[in-house]
């Protein structure tokens, strides 16, 4: 437990014991939850409660970032709180290699419906080369296996844990921890109040922009787009270079896969 603050202890397995049913434990969470007044105060809540059900704790939550390249512009306690039963320093590595380059674990919340933990994400997607070193990390520091919920597609709230939760983790648990790190974002959101940069629309990609990345997705070079859609090669170009932005993409390919990912384009 050296990497570990030691006022934070992972609790042993009990369950949910039959003399304390899980809707009034939810009750006295949100209800302990509705009076914290700091994000800090709102983890430790999330924290008691989930320790009464598995052994895990709450690694944090964050906003999730707009664009998966917009790591930089993150900031702890503005955008990013940990709990402190994190592991020290396990942060601060994580966010620098996450801000100089691939982020998977972001791509992945980004394109998830569910609430998944890692290990099935190891099981199901078989990362290999770059898309493990978030796991590879995790093991350094002593985290065996996470929970990461996606809550509106706004914020992530992550559970660890130093034992593998597929065989702890049966669907009522899952619920439960699902149902918390919901209402922990939502409280979080009202006490640090709304991220100004969201609450806009969304930058509108254009019917000629999906045009120009359907085709590019075709493998068309530039002057052969231009033809096909009757515009100057230089149009082209600036319809590219603007999509990318909106996209947040490193170029013409990576837009091109990001907008067949978010399913813009067939």
Not at 76 to 90: Q, T, Y
Not at 98 to 113: N, Q
Not at 117 to 142: C, F, K, N, V
Request: net charge positive; aromatic share 6%; glycine share 8%.
């Amino acid at each position: 437990m050296s990497n570990v603050h030691n006022s934070a202890v992972v609790v042993p397995f009990r369950g949910v014991p039959a003399s304390t049913p899980p809707t009034p434990l939810l009750n006295k969470f949100t209800s302990c939850v509705t009076r914290a007044k700091t994000p800090d105060a709102i983890l430790d809540g999330l924290d008691d409660f989930a320790t009464k059900l598995l052994p895990v704790n709450v690694l944090g939550a964050g906003r999730m970032p707009q664009r998966t390249s917009d790591w930089r512009s993150i900031e702890l306690g503005k955008d990013v709180f940990l709990h402190r039963s994190a592991p020290i320093g396990w942060w601060d590595e994580y966010a620098a290699k996450a801000a100089r380059g691939y982020d998977p674990g972001i791509m992945m919340a980004k394109t998830s419906l569910v609430a998944y933990t890692w290990t099935e994400t190891m099981q199901t997607l078989e990362p290999i080369g770059i898309d493990r070193w978030p796991y590879e990390l995790a093991l350094s520091y002593g985290i065996r296996d996470a929970l990461t919920c996606c809550v509106g597609q706004r914020w992530l709230v992550a559970y660890w844990s130093r034992q593998v939760l597929c065989n702890l983790l049966t669907h009522p648990l899952r619920m439960l921890l699902i149902a918390g790190a919901g209402f922990a974002a939502a409280r979080l959101e009202q006490v640090i109040g709304e991220d100004l940069k969201r609450s806009g629309e969304q930058p509108r990609i254009t019917p000629r922009e999906l045009a120009v990345l359907r085709l590019v997705s075709l493998g068309m070079a530039s002057n052969d787009i231009a033809k096909r859609l009757g515009i100057g090669e230089e149009t082209v170009r600036s319809h590219l270079k603007r999509v990318q932005g909106k996209l947040g993409a490193r170029n013409r390919a990576h837009a091109a896969a990001e907008a067949i990912r978010q399913q813009l384009i067939p």
